[in-house]
């Protein structure tokens, strides 16, 4: 019997080219660098260059605005641009489920201007099996507004980004300088 591959799909937003490790980031990103070591790595990549609309035709496989995010998460009065992850749209992770996958997602789910009800499209009712992340937009893990597990609200567990405390403290110009010097590295030995 043939088994089923392992899917991984990874949309990260407000972050440069070179932000991860793999690509010259100051950042240590080691599970995301062996990833990015054993799979296919994009060197360019185009988007709707807002979050939303970038994530709701990931999730749906539409262009955003039939899938309602056109824009942002107000509600518009105008199809397309209702805010909301249309009902009529088959997610991803609904399809999935259809073809025996379990579905899990963590980070940010910004498809719904619902942030405190109702959860008819929040991820579990949109096809995942567990949720862990933000539901609005605008937020960091460090004071996050609405972190999530499954359908309930949660607090922090901690803190990890004491490690990096003064990593950043030699200044953009000279840190800019450093982060070219990898990516050309990085660049050589992959040809």
């Known amino acids: 019997m043939k088994t089923k591959p392992n899917i991984i799909l990874i949309l990260n937003d407000d972050m440069g080219f070179s932000d991860l490790g793999c690509y010259g980031g ?4 080691p599970h995301l660098d062996s990833l990015a070591a ?17 994530r709701a035709s990931l999730l ?13 998460m107000m509600n518009d009065g105008i199809d397309g641009y209702l805010g909301d992850l249309n009902p009529n749209t088959v997610t991803i ?7 025996g996958y379990a579905t899990y997602m963590s980070g940010k789910w910004h498809v719904t201007r619902h942030v405190n009800g109702p959860k008819h499209n929040w991820p579990k009712q949109r096809g995942f099996d ?14 996050p507004r609405t972190l999530t597990k499954n359908n309930e609200r949660i607090e922090p567990d901690g803190d ?5 405390q003064g990593r950043f403290d030699a200044g953009w110009d000279i840190l800019r300088k450093q982060r070219l010097e990898r990516m050309v590295n990085i660049y050589r030995q992959a040809l």
Do not use: W
């Open 26 to 29: 100051e950042v240590h990103t």
């Open 130 to 143: 567990d949720y862990y992340g933000i539901i609005t937009g605008a937020a960091n893990y460090y004071q």
């Open 93 to 99: 992770a609904e399809a999935l489920r259809k073809g």
């Open 60 to 72: 749906t496989g539409l262009h955003p605005h039939q899938a309602d995010v056109g824009h942002m």
């Open 38 to 54: 054993g799979g296919l790595r994009y060197t360019q990549f185009y988007n709707t260059a807002r979050c939303c609309p970038s």
């Open 160 to 164: 990890d980004i004491k490690k990096y």
